[in-house]
């Protein structure tokens, strides 16, 4: 089993910024991405930033430029700096992992932290 625990949400005025981080803990195949999605009220959950243990990273196009995905694999951690941030950044932020494994990938998932953007 894998776990995820987020952390660094809150409420920040426009062009602001935030970092969230969240720790990866259990049984870490040496094969894996990082990244965090975000869901809106209403709206889909949608990836925001990704990085793979090779290190290349993938972002949405609403936020390239503004957010930064770092990952620190000696101590289980990922980041997400997000500067600049818009109101449309609202959302509940998740951390995810997708783990190679016998069988195939797994998906596991942080509980989510919120991010109040406003104007």
């Known amino acids: 089993q894998v776990q995820l625990v987020e952390s660094g949400g809150g409420l920040v005025q426009a062009g602001g910024s935030l970092r969230l981080s969240c720790v990866v803990s259990?049984?870490?195949?040496?094969?894996?991405?990082v990244g965090w999605y975000r869901q809106a009220p209403g709206k889909q959950r949608e990836l925001v930033a990704q990085?793979?243990?090779?290190?290349?990273?993938n972002y949405a196009d609403s936020v390239k430029g503004r957010f930064t995905i770092s990952r620190n694999d000696a101590k289980n951690w990922v980041y997400l700096q997000m500067n600049n941030l818009k109101p449309e950044d609202t959302a509940v932020y998740y951390c995810?992992?997708?783990?190679?494994?016998?069988?195939?990938?797994?998906?596991?998932w942080g509980q989510g932290t919120q991010v109040t953007v406003s104007s």
């Open positions: 990085i793979a243990s090779g290190g290349s990273t």
């Open positions: 995810n992992t997708k783990q190679l494994a016998k069988g195939g990938w797994y998906d596991y």
């Open positions: 259990g049984s870490i195949s040496s094969i894996n991405t």
